[in-house]
């Protein structure tokens, strides 16, 4: 019964392209708090949390589908529910509090009925992410991912030993790394192997800052992470440190009614398809099904290739604004970097082509580290690779960092960014590998991301820069940059 109703959620993007009209909710949400843990310590917050943030939502026009203490076969009704309606819909979010675990890198939420004594009950007592993440594709633009969970390996901690304070099946580690597709954004209320706290208050310290600008006007989704993430460290004094990951190519607002500056540009709107198909004909059918084969492609050819098919067709018009979008893009990155060179194509890979950044750095989201190869090696690993977005390649170490996604590109002279399909926003500090800068020290942050720290210190005009110390997973926050030494496992990054 478990696999069957496992096997309906997969199907039900499928099926639901047949039954639902065209009409159906553009933007979607499914909410879930779980708090009455029967097998495991209980939750304050998870439940109040999914409340107030289903009620953000649906103020924001989200169709809101919200499930509190969900049993396990609950949890799969909804998810059902939530892969059927999400069908053709410009967002689908997915929002979680409560606990989650992970087993050999796959991770896992955790229905209030779960009771979890061996690996073989994961299979059959709880909710696969991946499962959600691949219901998801059956939307045609944005998805967003928000887990305040953390996840530990059932295995090591026993699966039946039980926390107190912490969102997490025993032990202290923390999240695994979820991959995504393009037009993906998964936000974790911590970083890899770290503990999400419940909170004292009302809200988990996650859900409160979250609250607090959900429904700002205008306000680009990725920005409105990195205020969290400011919020969060400040409210947990560092333990807590939320982690992103996205491979958004474009600007994406939970609250688009803004005005004037606040309004998103055109060329961050992503084209929007007409509400009303085509006649029912054959012949229409069949150009819907092309069209919706490429209206998501970042490659201006796809389009083209629509357009030269059908050249009367619906949508030849959105078809040119697509490609012109995406030239306006490919100027304002040549404008902006000055030495992005793209290729339409690269070996081994059916992915859009690449922009290559000399003297510049891919910003985050690490998905392999490569010793000794050259950059071509690096470009068509990455190709290769349906999880990789983008790399980093250090010449002077050969060392290729794939990635699965961008943050933004920082000035590096020492590497080569680049960037398949996507865009990414130039920074404003610049990094210089094994290089530290002693003194002058305003604030210090332990067991912390390098893009926390980053993002820390550009937000705030009196940081003139930082030093990250790896093994230590530490940053120095300086208001003035003395004297540089060479410091190996150390990077400085200044203004």
Avoid at 181 to 204: E, K, N, Q, R, W
Wanted: aromatic content about 8%.
């Amino acid at each position: 019964m478990r696999l069957f109703a496992l096997l309906v959620i997969c199907l039900a993007g499928f099926l639901a392209h047949a039954v639902l009209p065209a009409e159906a909710a553009k933007r979607v949400a499914l909410v879930v708090g779980n708090s009455a843990y029967q097998h495991a310590a209980r939750l304050k917050n998870p439940r109040q949390d999914a409340v107030a943030i289903a009620s953000a939502l649906k103020a924001l026009g989200f169709d809101v589908i919200e499930g509190l203490d969900l049993k396990e076969a609950d949890f799969v009704a909804k998810v059902s529910d939530f892969a059927t309606r999400i069908e053709g819909a410009d967002v689908a979010l997915l929002y979680y509090a409560g606990h989650g675990l992970q087993a050999h890198g796959k991770n896992y939420l955790v229905p209030v009925d779960a009771n979890l004594k061996r690996e073989l009950d994961l299979q059959f007592q709880t909710m696969p992410v991946d499962l959600i993440l691949k219901s998801m594709a059956a939307t045609k633009g944005v998805n967003v991912v928000l887990l305040d969970a953390c996840r530990n390996d059932p295995l090591a901690d026993k699966l039946a030993r039980s926390v107190t304070s912490t969102r997490s099946i025993g032990g202290t580690r923390g999240l695994a790394r979820v991959g995504n597709v393009v037009g993906t954004y998964i936000a974790f209320s911590t970083s890899p192997d770290s503990v999400a706290l419940d909170g004292d208050g009302d809200h988990s310290p996650f859900a409160s800052a979250f609250l607090k600008d959900i429904k700002a006007p205008g306000l680009d989704i990725e920005v409105l992470m990195r205020r969290v993430r400011a919020d969060v460290i400040a409210e947990t004094g560092g333990r807590q440190v939320p982690w992103s990951n996205s491979s958004l190519t474009s600007g994406f607002v939970l609250n688009p009614s803004a005005t004037g500056a606040d309004k998103p540009t055109a060329s961050q709107q992503q084209p929007v398809t007409p509400q009303t198909p085509p006649a029912s004909s054959q012949k229409a059918a069949e150009e819907r099904l092309y069209w919706d084969s490429v209206r998501n492609s970042n490659d201006a050819d796809l389009l083209q290739s629509y357009i030269n098919r059908y050249p009367q067709g619906a949508y030849v018009e959105i078809a040119r604004l697509g490609i012109q979008r995406m030239q306006r893009e490919k100027q304002q990155q040549q404008q902006r970097f000055g030495t992005g060179s793209s290729n339409s194509t690269q070996p081994g890979s059916q992915k859009p082509g690449y922009t290559l950044y000399p003297n510049y750095d891919s910003f985050g989201f690490d998905l392999q580290r490569i010793n000794k190869v050259s950059l071509n090696d690096c470009i068509a690993r990455c190709g290769r690779n349906s999880e990789c977005h983008a790399f980093t390649y250090n010449g002077h170490y050969r060392v290729c960092f794939l990635k699965t996604g961008s943050n933004g590109l920082i000035p590096n002279t020492n590497a080569t960014a680049g960037l398949f399909g996507i865009t990414a926003p130039k920074r404003t500090l610049t990094g210089f590998d094994n290089v530290d800068a002693p003194g002058n020290d305003f604030s210090h942050l332990k067991r912390a991301d390098l893009m926390s720290c980053y993002d820390i210190c550009e937000a705030d005009n009196s940081c003139r820069g930082f030093a990250y110390v790896y093994k230590t997973q530490s940053c120095w926050f300086k208001a003035l940059i003395g004297p540089t030494h060479k410091r190996s496992g150390v990077s400085l990054f200044v203004r």
